[in-house]
């Protein structure tokens, strides 16, 4: 009986000394992400996608905290950075992991921009932090940065790409290396519906990919499906646009063409998900 006594004992100081800490843990993350939310790097209209692509949430899905070093792919025009950069920058460590220039030869402007990424992020420190990290996947030679050196990639709106330019698997092996086991691969993607027609090559042409197939290609290099959020669904997208995705805002490829139409129906239906990195 005293040593029953003693074992309960034992673990009510145990639940009593981690629960406070593990709560006090939390608010400050939620506070991180909220003032990250509202820091002033932003620009002005960058806050007006929130209600649609749901930031704060997502790194909330992901576990992501202000102490951890996380990648995001594809930084395109900033719009995670700015929010995800600062969340960092005092306690943590951002890394840009643009796509690599050369497996974009064939396209020069795009390819100059995608190379000059680096001072990009060298002339902005402020917002970045002095230790931030600007490179670019997949990398040429070795690792964008140290193997297992990462506690989460974010991949938004991106992976489409990776097919369409012919490099999924060298990046999604290279994903699976830079991250620590255990560590964090979270994906925002442009859905087609599971009985479109064609491939992955064929649905990526639009921007999109199949969730089944999507969750199937990334599991093979090493990845476990822990979580599905449709914190990003959009039942209005029909998926039926002569120009994929892009016809949506905020690109509205169409220009003026219907922009009302395309507006009211908002953003694509995205897949969001949580994978985790397992022994391969």
Known sequence: MMRQRLTFSVILILL?????????????????????????????????????????????????????TVAEVNPGGGWYSRILAPFLRRNGLYVGLEHHPDQYANFTNFAASLRAYPNKVDQDRDMYGDRAIATWIPARNGLPVPAESVDAVIAVRALHNWVRANFFDSAADQVWQILKPGGVFGVVQHRADDDAQGDALTTTRSGRWKQVELVKAIESHGFRLVAVSEMNANAKDTKDYIHGVWTLPPRFALGDEDRAKYAAIGESDRMTLKFEKVAR
Request: aromatic residues 14%; proline residues 8%; hydrophobic residues 40%.
């Open 16 to 68: 009593t000394t981690w629960f406070p800490v593990a709560v006090f843990a939390q608010q400050d993350t939620d506070a991180a992400i909220e003032a990250a939310l509202a820091n002033s790097f932003r620009k002005d209209n960058d806050p007006k996608r929130d209600s649609m692509r749901h930031p704060g949430e997502f790194f909330r899905f992901l576990g992501i905290k202000p102490s951890m």
